[in-house]
């Protein structure tokens, strides 16, 4: 492709917000309402990605998974989410800079997250005032989550662009899956919630440090861009 990325599709768990603590302490209050063992925050790094059913379920001790154990747990912990959710949560250093220059730019940006819907919603509006996002999606009954690519291209469709002209940047496996299976162009944040290895190989075409580093990526053409590492021209 000779031009540059039409537009850009977020995560916003791990990749726009740092809401790691919030969530950690959501799931250990319900853990410890039910009198079952908690777990420091950064095991919730790979407990998270999958939504709250799966967040829930990889959090229970294994011998305490049965469908009750689970349902009561999943309901605790969205009750105590609701009561903490912007307590310790902010975007990550150099987002709101970065969003500014996509604005600046004219690039449509979007969200795709498997959060509920409605804290999809409470979420950009309360940390992102001041970003006009395109669309804004999240975890709905009738689409299924990521690693799914439906949600992915139902917002390619809300766009008018082509798959392949899209950046989806991400931090988990989740999200490198999910752009893979859209056709989208995939690009990892290293300072969310997962580590490089995991999104090499998960398909991430590019791997980047910190945000403003997606810039550079907006700019070339997706041909330059994204060409294959070690590339040359003419090869």
């Given at each position: 492709?000779?031009?540059p990325p039409?537009a850009?599709i977020?995560?916003l768990?791990?990749?726009?917000l740092?809401?790691?603590a919030?969530?950690?302490d959501?799931?250990?209050a319900a853990?410890?309402?039910?009198?079952?063992p908690?777990h420091p925050d950064?095991?919730?790094?790979y407990f998270?990605?999958?939504?709250?059913?799966?967040l829930?379920?990889?959090?229970l001790?294994?011998d305490?998974?049965?469908p009750?154990?689970?349902?009561q747990?999943v309901?605790?912990?969205?009750?105590?989410?609701?009561?903490?959710w912007?307590?310790?949560?902010r975007?990550?250093?150099?987002?709101p800079e970065?969003l500014d220059?996509l604005r600046?730019?004219?690039?449509?940006?979007c969200v795709?997250s498997n959060?509920p819907?409605p804290?999809?919603?409470l979420t950009?509006e309360?940390?992102?005032?001041g970003w006009?996002?395109?669309?804004?999606?999240?975890?709905?009954p009738?689409?299924?989550?990521?690693?799914h690519?439906?949600?992915a291209l139902?917002l390619a469709r809300?766009l008018?662009?082509?798959?392949?002209?899209i950046?989806?940047v991400?931090d988990?496996a989740?999200?490198?899956k999910t752009?893979r299976?859209?056709?989208m162009?995939?690009?990892?944040?290293?300072?969310g919630?997962?580590?490089?290895?995991?999104?090499?190989?998960s398909g991430?075409?590019r791997?980047?440090a910190h945000?403003?580093e997606?810039l550079?990526?907006l700019?070339?053409?997706?041909?330059?861009?994204?060409?294959p590492?070690?590339?040359?021209?003419?090869?």
């Open positions: 492709m000779s031009t039409r850009v977020f995560d768990d791990g990749t726009l740092d809401t790691l919030d969530l950690a959501s799931g250990n853990l410890a309402a039910l009198g079952l908690t950064d095991a919730y790094r998270v990605g999958l939504g709250i059913e799966e829930v379920r990889r959090m001790p294994e305490r998974r049965d009750a154990t689970l349902k747990a309901a605790l912990t969205g009750g105590e989410y609701k009561r903490r912007k307590d310790k949560t975007p990550y250093d150099g987002v970065m220059a600046l730019r004219g690039l449509p940006v795709l959060k819907q804290y999809t919603d950009v309360a940390f992102f005032p006009p996002f395109a669309h804004v999606r999240g975890a709905r009738e689409v299924p989550n990521k690693p690519p439906a949600g139902a809300e008018g662009f082509a798959p392949g002209s950046v989806f991400g988990t989740t999200d490198m752009a299976g859209a056709g162009l995939p690009v990892g944040a290293l300072w919630f997962r580590d490089e290895p995991e999104l090499a190989g991430a075409l791997i980047i945000p403003m997606l550079a990526l700019d070339a053409p997706v041909a330059e861009a994204f060409a590492v070690g590339a040359t021209q003419g090869e």
